[in-house]
Each structure stands twice: as structure tokens, then as C-alpha cells.
């Protein structure tokens, strides 16, 4: 199985910075598989940057410019580094881990609150 623990969210004004976490445990091979997604109260799951299997990285459209994945291929870790955080950026944000089956799995969940 796998294990994913988020932490780092919070609130922060607009403008400002905050840098998410993501362990992961069990069976992950690689953090290639990894990569963050948010929701929004009443919106869809949406892609906010992931490695894709190539070790290339994909990003929203949305948050190009502003956010940065990287990661621990040793420590099963990546980080999401949120600059310039505007009111929108506001959602839930997920680890995920997608397996070269598809198969996906979640993590719990870190509030992040973009808000003068």
C-alpha cells in the first residue's frame, strides 16, 4: 500500500509565499509518479503540478510562474513552493501518487486559505 501525509498549509495573505510537503511511504518507486492536485469549495479536482514519468514536470496553466514542485527521490518527498499567492489559489490541496497501473492514491489533505 501507500501512505501520503501532507503538511504545510495555512493561512497566508495574497501576496505571499507558503511551501507544502508531501512524505509518502510504502510502495513508491519513484516520485516520477508524484504530484499535487486542489479543490476548491464547489469546484472539480484540478492538476496543480506533477512529475510525469519521463521526470518532466507539468503545471497548471493557472500557476506557471508562481509555483514550483520538486522533490526527495531518497526520501519519497515533494514540495510545493506557492509564491505571489492570489485569493484563487484557496482549496484543499492533495498529494498524489499514481502507479504505473493508474492506480491513484491520495493523501488527506492540506487546507490552504489565501486571505487578507
Known amino acids: 500500500q501507500v501512505q501520503l501525509l501532507e503538511t504545510g498549509g495555512g493561512l497566508v495573505q495574497p501576496g505571499g509565499s507558503l511551501k507544502l510537503s508531501c512524505v509518502g511511504s510504502g510502495r513508491i518507486s519513484t516520485i516520477n509518479g508524484m504530484g499535487w492536485y486542489r479543490q476548491a469549495p464547489g469546484k472539480q479536482r484540478e492538476l496543480v503540478a506533477r512529475?510525469?514519468?519521463?521526470?518532466?514536470?507539468n503545471y497548471a496553466d493557472s500557476v506557471k510562474g508562481r509555483f514550483t514542485i520538486s522533490g526527495d527521490n531518497a526520501r519519497k518527498t515533494v514540495y510545493l513552493q506557492m509564491n505571489n499567492l492570489k485569493p484563487e489559489d484557496t482549496a484543499v490541496y492533495y498529494c498524489n501518487y499514481r502507479t504505473y497501473y493508474s492506480t491513484d492514491y491520495w493523501g488527506q489533505g492540506t487546507q490552504v486559505t489565501v486571505s487578507s
Open positions: 512529475f510525469i514519468p519521463d521526470g518532466r514536470l
